[in-house]
């Protein structure tokens, strides 16, 4: 519970800066730093990196704040979940943890978006079609890459999201 509950609560207090950066931030300097921190965070995993131990408390708490204020920022969680996914422990804990994380991060933003004034009826009616498209493809992900290694698929997706990235910096 030290990362499955610390990190949420801190995420979700530090959202608001990341929206507020998100307001008043250059949108070509945003979407820099997002293609930098989805290329770090591929390339992160890509190496393989992992703890060996886990974190402090002081850590998960920065932790926490940084991904809070890029979600808010950005709506990327792969920050968060590439940090989560490293800590030692058994992986249904891990999934638990960023499932949770994800979660409360998204119930925490959507009222500061409709506050804000960046989120109305016509964002909601595209999101809905926009998440059965979603919906659609995870389901033929599920089916066609069934047969596929897992390890060969995770790569093969780090290595597009990379060149993804690096071509938006």
Known sequence: WRAGGT???VSCLAIPLGIGLL???DPMIMKKSIAVVVAISALALLTGCRFKAA???PALIVVGVIAGVIMGATYIA??????IYSLPGPAAVTRANGILWGFATTVAMIPLFVISGDLGWDDVWRAGLIGLLYLGSVWFGAHYFRRTQEALFRRIVLIF???LSVIGI
């Not at 792969?78 to 940090?83: L, P, Y």
């Open 55 to 57: 974190p402090t408390m």
């Open 7 to 9: 990190m949420p609560l």
């Open 78 to 83: 792969v920050m968060f979940m590439i940090f």
């Open 23 to 25: 307001l008043i931030a």
């Open 161 to 163: 999201l990379l060149v």
